[in-house]
């Protein structure tokens, strides 16, 4: 239960940082960039911040949305009771990989960083981690 009740704190901080660069993109307020740490407005700027016309971090508020409702939810549903924690790790496997994916084009393609960036690749990573080890926990108790 405190592996489930961490990973919704973590995934709370997620979405919290996601509608933040959301905000960020859709008010064009650099100043909302701290500055002189890294350098979020060149990365918010790029042309890999969206897909599809979309800002990638709405994509991320989304995921982090998800597994929210997962973990509120689950116990209410028999089917979600019974495949939540597949889901949650699904989700924060899909967003964990990406993120690794948008940190790398930081680094080695805009060569610029955004500290929100990487703590919504650091919060994905950590729900992905513990959504591994509850997959595991559960399991073992299976057999």
Same mark, same amino acid.
Not at 75 to 101: D, P, R, T, V, W
């Given at each position: #239960? +405190?592996?489930? +009740?961490? @990973? ?18 859709? &008010?064009?307020? +650099?100043?909302?960039?701290?500055? %002189?740490? %890294? ?20 994509? %991320? ?13 689950? =116990?209410?549903? =028999? ?20 993120? #690794?994916?948008? @940190? ?18 650091? @919060? #994905? @990573? &950590? ?12 399991? +073992?108790?299976? &057999?």
């Amino acid at each position: #239960m +405190k592996l489930k +009740k961490a @990973t919704l704190i973590i995934a709370c901080l997620g979405v919290l940082d996601a509608i933040y660069l959301s905000i960020i993109k859709f &008010t064009n307020n +650099k100043a909302m960039c701290i500055p %002189g740490v %890294g350098d979020c407005w060149s990365v918010n700027n790029s042309r890999y911040s969206e897909f599809l016309g979309i800002p990638i971090s709405i994509f %991320g508020a989304l995921a982090y949305l998800c597994i929210i409702g997962l973990l509120l939810f689950s =116990k209410k549903n =028999k089917i979600l009771a019974e495949y939540a924690s597949i889901f949650i790790f699904g989700i924060s496997l899909a967003g964990f990989l990406f993120s #690794m994916y948008l @940190t790398y084009l930081q680094f080695a393609v805009i060569n610029a960083v955004c500290p929100f960036c990487i703590l919504s690749a650091c @919060t #994905m @990573t &950590t729900v992905f981690i513990l959504s591994l080890i509850n997959l595991v926990r559960e399991q +073992k108790e299976l &057999t």
